[in-house]
């Protein structure tokens, strides 16, 4: 007897257990701990080449912006360039002061630099015939006559002018256009000047300018290479008046105070640097060159057997910058951060 008691002990603790595996396992279970998810191979794999190009780019740019730039730079863009190329991390030493049309020149002559910059938009095509690898605008300025003392339009056929050499920079031909385009309009005679150096004007709806390859010198007209020529002279009182771009005021530093006179073609502004003073007439339209003039004007340099050697149809005044190296595009990038208007540069919805 005591041994079949046994046996139905037995019996019941094995009964017991299969019934608590049977509930337990029909109990609902607790849901897993979260994990984070995971990237397939293959898109992992394609995340680190990502970080790798990346950092490898960032490298080749910080590579390329480093050393000294060679620019050639027309004296009214000198401070901006010098500026952005400071920003970008490169040395300013190699940026040297040329007239845009001479810059072109040695372009093509085989002298290619880092950057070369212009003030002349109408030499965008030739920038772009020389395997420029990128060229950005600046924006469009406008033309301005600078003198030492208070003048009238009528004086200006008696004052003594530096007039830049439109073989090698735009402005002693925008200077010549305008001069003719006032004449018309007030009758006053401003281009007796010209033709004393042997420049011609024909008028047959379009105007075409024609300028020998060389100038001399007279007594009312002095012949500089560049704006910084003329603005020397003026600073030594060598002449009465020049004419130059309100950017390059800005770049020598000059302060524009408007004094809240004007005439139908100028506005009078006062001009400080150190202890000097100017007189500013800052052109209105269409002879400031905002915009492009209201004729078509053409400007024809003779080569010195006297024929044509490059025609320019003149527009409006718009600056720009042509990167030739990967240097060149460190200057570009840098120019595309800054505030243009500091140095005297107006943004059009076409510039």
């Keep these: 007897m005591p041994q079949k008691w046994i046996y139905i002990a037995i019996g019941a603790v094995i009964l017991v257990a299969v019934l608590a595996v049977v509930f337990t396992s029909s109990k609902p279970q607790p ?58 991390g490169l040395g300013v030493d190699g940026i040297q002061s040329v007239g845009s049309v001479e810059g072109i020149r040695r372009i093509q002559g085989g002298a290619k630099p880092d950057v070369f910059a212009s003030v002349d938009i109408e030499l965008k095509p030739d920038a772009e015939r020389t395997g420029a690898r990128e060229i950005y605008s600046l924006g469009r300025f406008k033309l301005a006559l600078v003198c030492r003392r208070a003048v009238e339009l009528g004086d200006i056929p008696k004052i003594k002018l530096s007039l830049v050499d439109p073989n090698k920079g735009p402005i002693g031909y925008r200077e010549l256009a305008a001069s003719w385009m006032l004449q018309q309009k007030y009758g006053v005679d401003l281009t007796s000047r010209y033709a004393a150096l042997g420049v011609r004007y024909v008028y047959n709806g379009t105007l075409y300018i024609y300028v020998p390859s060389s100038l001399p010198n007279t007594d009312l007209t002095d012949v500089a290479p560049n704006l910084d020529a003329t603005w020397s002279r003026l600073e030594t009182g060598a002449v009465d008046c020049v004419y130059a771009y309100v950017p390059f005021l800005i770049n020598k530093y000059v302060e524009l105070k408007p004094l809240g006179k004007s005439t139908e073609y100028w506005e009078l502004y006062e001009g400080r640097k150190g ?6 007439y800052v052109f209105k339209p269409p002879y400031d060159f905002l915009n492009d003039p209201p004729i078509p004007v053409v400007l024809v340099l003779l080569d010195p057997s006297g024929r044509p050697a490059k025609t320019l149809k003149v527009g409006h005044f718009e600056a720009f910058v042509a990167s030739y190296t990967e240097r060149g595009d460190c200057v570009v990038n840098a120019l595309k951060t800054m505030n243009l208007a500091d140095y005297g540069f107006v943004r059009t919805t076409s510039s």
């Design 31 to 88: 849901p897993l701990p979260a994990t984070a998810p995971q990237l397939p191979p293959s898109t992992q794999t394609s995340a680190t080449s990502t970080v790798t190009s990346t950092q490898a780019q960032t490298a080749a740019q910080t590579s390329a912006c480093s050393g000294g730039v060679v620019g050639f730079v027309p004296p009214a863009l000198i401070r901006l360039i010098k500026d952005a190329a400071t920003k970008a």
């Design 275 to 280: 202890g000097a003073t100017y007189n500013v």
